[in-house]
């Protein structure tokens, strides 16, 4: 399977009610959205970070929760595209009077740290947004206020944002860029009269808050002692939502531009079983864990008994972590190895296993290989993604194009049968891809309102044509 996604939260409490407990589950329930670090932030203080898991700091809770008291306060848990997998690079960022947490990816930082002044990025010494925070500061000082901010800054940056920000006055902002590339809700929390932004709905249902509605793109929110306000600081269209969200990112209980997850997933295997009616097959399972929508919506339009063929080892040392969004190759082949087949289950079948996405490679053939020693006789895969042969500017971490394993068995040609080769080059029987068209119907959403950058190599939403770089430029490694 594929990193600066990161999950993004911020809340208000209008009577006064210190919401750092709140700051923390909510994180907590977006962690599949960032596995690196985490950090809380609120109005006068030095933000709060730890690298690793939310959980794992479960312990210094209390003393967070007594040291860190306020009414107002955004997190973030990070998964990096741009910039050192470090502490220093954990979000949220202090500039001056604001703090800032951000969920996307800023592509022309090198442009935008020369607005900045006085500064040029490396991504050794500086993160994207970083860079973003301080010109929105400058922005801040020159504008006067944060609306008019932003429409300045989207107009300069190539990239996409969901930002909260908390300032030094106690105000607390969310922002979403024009395109809505990534997802953003507000809620509200009733015992607490609270208003929430988060990145997925399921960090409202964790604290038992109400989904109100999606934050527009192009919008601003804006929480104080005067209640919520909200603008459209830029109108784009059409929009640009991020289709590996529905596929893979998003939490299975989340709602996104009114559909939810699970469902969408489960309809996106009913598609691909249309497509592809493997009449032989004699089970259908899912790669672990959120090709499982998936899987049992191909098996219920087939008519083919869905099992659980491969597990994932909770114990091991990366047990509970998504391969995709880990920064080091080593610990995704980590991950991977520790899927164990159930052979009673395998053994002399033909195999339908049906996975999210084919990015790198790594999982495919770690999965593969399992099979074929649990005794399959036949495997065939199902990706609910189409092709992935170009990086992604917008959030995701798909950063140079020689790791894409669709671009890699092509050689960049277009007509090249991808499937068979990427079956040849992971040793399955077959593998069926979906399309963008199938994808966009089964998902619910128009297809003009979707991003399918990495799988078209069409910029336009972007409104650049990208010069390719290595990971190792990427990242500074
Ligand atoms: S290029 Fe791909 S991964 Fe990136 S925002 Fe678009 S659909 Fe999502």
Known sequence: MVRENCGVVAIYSLDGKNVIPMVIDCLRALQHR?????????????????????????????????????????????????GKSNLENAQPLKVKDLCVAHNGTIANVDELSNMVGGCTFTPQTMNDTLLAAKRIVNLLSEKGNMSEALGVLKGEMIGSFCFTFVTDHGYVFAARDPKGFRPMVLGYHKSTNSYIVASESCALSAIGGQLLRDVEPGELIKMSDKGLEHEIFAIEKPHSHCVFEYTYFAHPTSIMEGINIYLARKRIGRYLAKKFSLSDADIVIPVPDSARPAALGYAEELGVPFEEGLLKDRYSRKGPFRSFIEPYHSDRVEITRWIIPIREVIENKHVVVVDDSVVRGTSSIAIVKTLRQAGARKISMMVSYPPITFPCYAGIDFPSQDELLAHRVTNGDEKANVGELVAKSIDADFVGYNDTDTLADAIGLPKEELCFTCSTGNYANLGIKPLFKTRAQMKGE
């Open 34 to 82: 960032g596995q690196e670090a985490w950090g809380i932030a609120i109005p006068k203080k030095t933000p709060y970070k730890e690298i690793g898991l939310v959980s794992e700091a479960a312990s210094k809770f209390n003393i967070l929760e007594e040291k860190y008291v306020s009414h107002a306060a955004i997190g973030h848990v990070r998964y990096s595209t741009v």
